[in-house]
């Protein structure tokens, strides 16, 4: 009996899908936290109600469900984390600032309806730390921050081994940190949160583009895309400042000092053991973090200081995807 039990639960699996504001990631995760098969897309816009990017998930669940029964692996459900705001117990979208259309859509009952499969939605950062803890940077850890600087800019938190949400769900919302006191009255910073303006990837870009005009605005070879496009991205400026160039240097080296004091703050407040630095901008983060941890030392609570580690994640976007899987494996 025994050896049957450990086969069945040998063959249990569970599909994790991580939204972005560009891209979808999802994969068939097994019990040890291990992804079986994995997708991964741009994310699809253009139609106002929501439906598009959607339907792209759903397709994408169902095409991971029937590898797993090729496999003779049976999927328990699939969780999706959202960068956006979402009622877990009726699996709404009740607002996602970079997706088109999706405030009070009904995610969770779409995709249950379109792939036969329990669904439970989540907020992009409690799925990472989520991911991280089980088999990545904060394994084993019962007080662990994730900071995901991407489109936007959110935060995963698990404390005393918990995940904390917040009374509504909202506790996450790093990117509304405001460190300069010249900002509170600047309506630009004010619409969008104050730390996600500068240092997410868009705002990474938007610097980038602005200390180009102020250098006279002629078009520099170093920085015009291999598609000969002046527009660029948070890469592609991470990727000239490793090249030498000193604008984009600047940039993200300004970008990093902010991101500094927002751990700092969080250390100081929260105590924590771990903080991990993630995303599409956070894993570029690697060089930068000696002069991030020089901030830090110099204005985060010393004694807080003495027992945190900051790293830069370990999973990637593979975090995102076993977190979300990961409450059905449990269970």
Known sequence: MGGVGVLSLSKITAIGVDVGGTKIAAGLVDQRGQILIREKAALSKGKRDGLLPAEQIGSMVGRLNSAARERGLSVVGCGVAVPAFVDRATGDVLWAPNIEGWRNFPLGQFLRELTGLPVILDHDGPAAILGEQWVGAARGSSDAVFLIVGTGIGAGFILNGQVYRGVSGLAGGVGWTCLESGAI???????????????????????????????????????????????????????????????????????????????????????????????????????????????????????????VRVVTAVLGDDGGVIGSARGFLDA
């Open 185 to 307: 009255e600047e309506p630009f910073f004010k619409a969008g949160g104050f730390l996600e303006t500068v240092a997410a990837g868009p705002g990474i870009a938007r610097r980038f583009r602005e200390e180009e005009s102020l250098a006279g605005g002629e078009e520099d070879e170093t920085w015009v895309s291999s598609a000969g496009r002046v527009e660029v991205t948070a890469e592609e400026v991470f990727a000239f400042a490793s090249e030498g160039n000193l604008r984009a240097r600047r940039v993200v080296t300004e970008a990093a000092r902010y991101l500094g004091m927002a751990v700092a703050n969080l250390i100081s407040a929260l105590n924590p053991e771990v903080i991990i630095l993630g995303g599409g901008v956070g894993c570029h983060l690697g060089p930068y973090l000696e002069e991030i941890y020089q901030v830090i030392k110099e204005t985060t609570q010393p004694q807080a200081l003495e027992v």
